[in-house]
């Protein structure tokens, strides 16, 4: 029987399509289902017997041995609906979930990212705490519902959410950044609602994103007309934002491998922000994208179409 790569992703990923290319050029048997098409599909699992059977929308396949499984999307509770979900679509969107994960009995299969790895490398305050045991350079925060600046005695400082905002309102999406500030920006009045991170501002700042597939790394500046951002960057249009290839430093990189490893990830997309000739660590995201850096030079969709062909050998 026929091995598989088994992609779990969405119509509009982009990044999916440069791999499932690359997997077609090279002859590689994959199925790729989207969650927008799962009623498409009739799809039955054995967990038992770890036997998954999908029928539908030109396929009809019995599958006992998965090679790789690529979670694309995994979104634990995080976007708020803008508009009530009837009862129907309540159900199928938690029983779909809880499905996917089930398919965590295929533990002989290379998994980029496994589940339980990725709920746990998405929490913001557990990724700088072993940032800091790794030996990555971090900055002082406090996440805080009061005036969470006041502990760390610094003048200026970012705010940002604990985890990913997506707020949806009618037809609007809203989508929060990381922003400076001051303390005269804040009244305790409007901190009490929910939580939010308050870090040291970095001043002459390089941002640097690195990501890591495997034990392969791709590391990149980010500029805009030359010169460094003030702020987040991105909130400044990508056609005005510029990519170059940079040279981590031995013991940066030994880090960043390190760091996954502890995270049980076999891929992820970390911020770094350099100034002073250090790096600070930001965040890592286990299911950053990537698509935009990708290039002739820079192959990020190759190398994870080969991990993914290689599976755990």
Request: net charge negative.
């Amino acid at each position: 029987m026929n091995s598989y790569v088994l992609i779990l992703s969405s119509v509009y990923d982009f990044s999916v399509d440069l791999v499932v290319q690359r997997l077609e050029n090279m002859h590689e048997n994959y199925i790729r289902l989207n969650k927008e098409q799962f009623h498409l599909y009739e799809i039955s699992l054995n967990p038992v017997d770890m036997l998954l059977h999908i029928n539908g929308n030109g396929i009809d396949v019995s599958i006992s041995k998965i090679k790789s499984i690529w979670y694309r999307q995994p979104v634990f509770l995080r976007n708020t609906p803008g508009k009530l979900i009837d009862i129907e679509e309540q159900l199928s969107k938690s029983q779909w979930s809880a499905f996917l994960r089930g398919l965590m009995v295929f533990d002989d299969a290379y998994w980029m990212n496994w589940p339980q790895a990725t709920y746990a490398a998405e929490s913001k305050p557990y990724q700088l705490m072993l940032a800091k045991k790794i030996g990555f350079t971090v900055p002082k925060t406090i996440i805080s519902n009061g005036l969470g600046f006041k502990y760390l005695e610094k003048d200026s400082f970012v705010v940002k959410s604990i985890d990913t905002v997506l707020l949806k309102e009618n037809d609007d999406c809203y989508f929060t950044y990381t922003s400076r500030m001051s303390s005269e920006s804040f009244i305790d009045a409007q901190t009490k609602s929910a939580p939010m991170t308050f870090q040291e501002y970095v001043d002459d700042k390089l941002d640097i994103r690195v990501t890591v597939v495997g034990d392969k790394i791709f590391s990149v500046s980010i500029k805009r007309d030359g010169n460094f951002i003030e702020g987040d960057w991105r909130v400044t249009e990508k056609i005005n934002l510029e990519y170059d290839d940079i040279c981590l430093p031995d013991r940066v990189k030994d880090m960043c491998f390190s760091y996954l490893k502890v995270l049980g990830l076999n891929y992820g997309a970390i911020d770094f922000i350099k100034s002073h000739d250090d790096f600070f660590f930001i965040e890592i995201n286990p299911t950053g994208e990537w698509g935009w850096l990708s290039n002739a030079d820079r192959q990020i969709d190759k190398e994870i179409a080969c991990r993914l062909m290689a599976g755990n050998s």
